[in-house]
């Protein structure tokens, strides 16, 4: 058996956080609206591994672990007109937006926060800890993600 890729997925913990994912125990990774995001998303495999990020709050952090279950699904937002996500643009014959869909395996006794990871890598190393890095999913190299295996 291969070893799984690893990614990290960002959400607001007031529109999903992983509190929501752990009563849901499994979601669709729907809403992404940056090309280069929905690109890494669909090099994703079932059985791949994304650390659970949640952004925009105080402290930003790692909070938990997901795992990719199923792959190159039709994002339904974008054709829901009362969606913020709403993408006039895409086609149902050629949609430009797709999803894939997580289950829960943990949440992290504390957060790994932002300032943490700063300490722990270089932007080379993680790139979530770049400034002014806005991409909503990144991948992890596997020597960075057995670091935060053991972290969080």
Same mark, same amino acid.
């Given at each position: 058996?291969?070893?799984?890729?690893? @990614?990290?997925?960002?959400?607001?913990?007031?529109?999903? *956080? +992983?509190?929501?994912?752990?009563?849901?125990?499994?979601?669709? @990774?729907?809403?992404?609206?940056?090309?280069?995001?929905?690109?890494?998303?669909?090099?994703?495999?079932?059985?791949?591994?994304?650390?659970?990020?949640?952004?925009?709050?105080?402290?930003?952090?790692?909070?938990?672990?997901?795992? =990719?279950?199923?792959?190159?699904?039709?994002?339904?937002?974008?054709?829901?007109?009362?969606?913020?996500?709403?993408?006039?643009?895409?086609?149902?014959?050629?949609?430009? @937006?797709?999803?894939?869909?997580?289950?829960?395996? *943990?949440?992290?006794?504390?957060?790994? *926060?932002?300032?943490?990871?700063?300490?722990?890598?270089?932007?080379?190393?993680?790139?979530? =800890?770049?400034?002014?890095?806005?991409? *909503?999913? +990144?991948?992890?190299?596997?020597?960075?993600?057995?670091?935060?295996?053991?972290?969080?």
């Amino acid at each position: 058996m291969t070893e799984p890729n690893y @990614w990290l997925m960002k959400s607001e913990p007031d529109a999903y *956080s +992983i509190d929501t994912l752990k009563n849901e125990g499994v979601t669709l @990774w729907d809403g992404i609206r940056n090309y280069q995001a929905r690109n890494f998303m669909r090099k994703m495999n079932k059985g791949d591994k994304v650390f659970f990020y949640h952004s925009n709050c105080k402290p930003p952090g790692i909070v938990g672990l997901m795992e =990719v279950i199923d792959l190159n699904i039709v994002d339904p937002t974008q054709f829901d007109r009362d969606s913020k996500y709403f993408d006039p643009k895409s086609k149902s014959e050629n949609p430009r @937006w797709d999803c894939v869909k997580v289950k829960f395996l *943990s949440k992290s006794n504390q957060i790994l *926060s932002l300032p943490e990871l700063k300490i722990l890598f270089n932007e080379d190393e993680l790139l979530v =800890v770049k400034k002014g890095n806005r991409l *909503s999913i +990144i991948p992890i190299r596997n020597d960075v993600a057995k670091i935060l295996l053991e972290k969080i």
